[in-house]
């Protein structure tokens, strides 16, 4: 029977596909997002519902049975009453404030390699060191903590602003129903489909899996080969992202004929692997599922926002605050989403270390700065 602990368990293994086809799945992710002391008290107000549960975790069941007396007119009421929060929320951001204030933000470095552990990277790097010395301790503060506590920050300051920026725009659109409160996995719904919004890049390992099956030779190895060609210099004891980003500065700065063409041909290669993962966004999403982080693994439906500056990949980044390209093709797409059918969203996976095969509902959007020319 798909009773209240069903869907708790099927929303507990972030198996959210079924939620879809469902009437009474799509309520209990609905009631779901008002479990909120606030929340649920206007709601209750508002329509008249007396509980007699006080703790939130049984008034959830309480109020999921009750609703699901009138599926009909309680997705109506529910509607009514997360778009009306909705809508108090998206009165209060100052969208063009806010761009200012994220175009503050001229580099976007991390300071060091720490990969989203802040706190492991300063105990490894700094604090249980084979040879403790206070005085080596305090001279890294200015060149090295510093860099990476200011790195941190700052980057996760943008992360976090911008995303509130570019789910802003999803949730002024018709099409779009919110979670008013946060709720894992689940952002908002596109007519019945509920997503997790991620946002990302065209991933450097995906550019390099493509290159591979295309036969070009590695970026880097490439880059390096052409550089001795044209007699560069070049600190070959760099880490290799630095010894690239060296040798494109270098040959920018040059400009001859032969520098531009080198720059031109790994540009045209990543403009090709770009255009045919936009005719073919499955194979990219297929992708993200098969190569996300082993400790935030999920297999639930996922909207994916891929930004791409075909100028310089590298600064993708700075797309998350170029509200000129963001808000006219996220709209786009939401006021098209009707087209598109079920089987066209389908997606399965396997992943490392699960023995079972993962389905879920996704799709792309790209958001793209087309090239200049050299």
Not at 119 to 141: A, E, G, R, W
Not at 177 to 197: A, E, H, M, R
Request: neutral net charge; hydrophobic residues 40%.
């Amino acid at each position: 029977m798909k009773d209240f602990n069903y869907w708790k368990d099927l929303y507990e293994s972030e198996t959210l596909e079924e939620f879809s086809n469902d009437t009474i799945g799509l309520l209990w992710l609905k009631t779901k997002s008002i479990v909120r002391k606030e929340l649920i008290t206007e709601f209750l107000k508002t329509n008249k519902i007396t509980l007699n549960e006080t703790a939130l975790a049984k008034q959830f069941v309480e109020l999921f049975e009750l609703l699901c007396k009138d599926p009909a007119n309680s997705h109506k009421i529910l509607n009514e009453y997360i778009k009306k929060e909705n809508g108090k929320q998206v009165v209060k951001l100052d969208t063009a404030q806010l761009v200012s204030e994220l175009k503050e933000l001229e580099n976007f470095n991390w300071g060091g390699d720490y990969k989203n552990a802040l706190d492991k990277y300063l105990v490894k790097s700094f604090i249980k060191v084979q040879n403790p010395s206070y005085d080596t301790l305090i001279s890294k503060f200015e060149a090295e903590i510093n860099v990476a506590v200011r790195g941190y920050v700052l980057n996760s300051w943008y992360n976090h602003w911008s995303s509130i920026l570019i789910e802003h725009i999803f949730k002024s659109h018709p099409a779009v129903l919110p979670t008013v409160g946060q709720i894992k996995s689940v952002d908002f719904f596109i007519d019945t489909i509920p997503f997790d919004l991620k946002v990302t890049y065209l991933p450097a390992e995906y550019i390099k899996d493509k290159r591979k099956e295309k036969g070009y030779p590695i970026e880097l190895t490439f880059l390096k080969k052409k550089a001795e060609e044209a007699k560069i210099v070049f600190d070959k004891k760099a880490k290799p992202a630095d010894i690239f980003y060296e040798l494109a500065e270098k040959m920018k700065d040059r400009n001859d004929a032969f520098c531009n063409g080198v720059l031109t041909t790994l540009k045209n290669e990543k403009l090709e692997i770009l255009k045919e993962a936009q005719a073919n966004p499955k194979e990219l999403a297929t992708w993200l599922y098969e190569n996300q982080g082993e400790m935030r693994f999920g297999s639930e439906n996922r909207l994916f926002l891929v930004l791409v500056d075909t100028d310089d990949f590298n600064s993708s980044w700075k797309l998350k605050r170029n509200l000129e390209l963001l808000k006219p093709t996220i709209i786009s797409y939401l006021d098209n989403f009707g087209t598109k059918q079920m089987d066209d969203l389908k997606v399965s996976f396997k992943f490392k270390g699960k023995p079972q095969t993962f389905t879920a509902l996704t799709d792309i959007i790209f958001v793209v700065k087309e090239p200049t020319k050299l």
